[in-house]
């Protein structure tokens, strides 16, 4: 069984940056996909950025050029730099992942979540 753990959110103010951290542990197969996606209150969930081991990535529009998605695959570890924030990313953030090598899912293994504040 794949355990997917989620770390880094806080309460920030409009400008700042966080970093979130992803890592994914037990489970047969490697981690071929790793994903975040967020959630905010009274919304849908949405994709925000994803990134494969071979090096492939996505980031949705809303936060291109802010955010930055990376990945230690000898850790199995994937993050997420989260710069220039706004109030609008405030969100629970999931992380998700995946054997299969894609970038916009199904992903199979989810985190709890952590959630993530921008105050105006």
């Known amino acids: 069984q794949v355990h997917v753990v989620e770390s880094g959110g806080g309460l920030v103010q409009a400008g700042g940056s966080l970093r979130l951290s992803c890592a994914a542990s037990?489970?047969?197969?490697?981690?071929?996909?790793v994903a975040w996606y967020r959630q905010a209150p009274g919304k849908q969930r949405e994709l925000v950025a994803a990134?494969?081991?071979?090096?492939?990535?996505h980031l949705a529009d809303a936060v291109k050029g802010r955010f930055d998605i990376s990945r230690n695959n000898a850790l199995n570890t994937a993050y997420l730099q989260m710069n220039s924030l706004r109030p609008e990313d405030t969100a629970t953030y999931y992380c998700?992942?995946?054997?299969?090598?894609?970038?916009?899912?199904?992903?199979?293994?989810w985190g709890q979540g952590t959630q993530v504040i921008v105050s105006s």
């Open positions: 990134i494969t081991s071979g090096g492939r990535w």
């Open positions: 037990g489970g047969r197969f490697a981690i071929n996909s």
């Open positions: 998700a992942a995946d054997t299969a090598y894609t970038l916009d899912g199904p992903y199979e293994y």
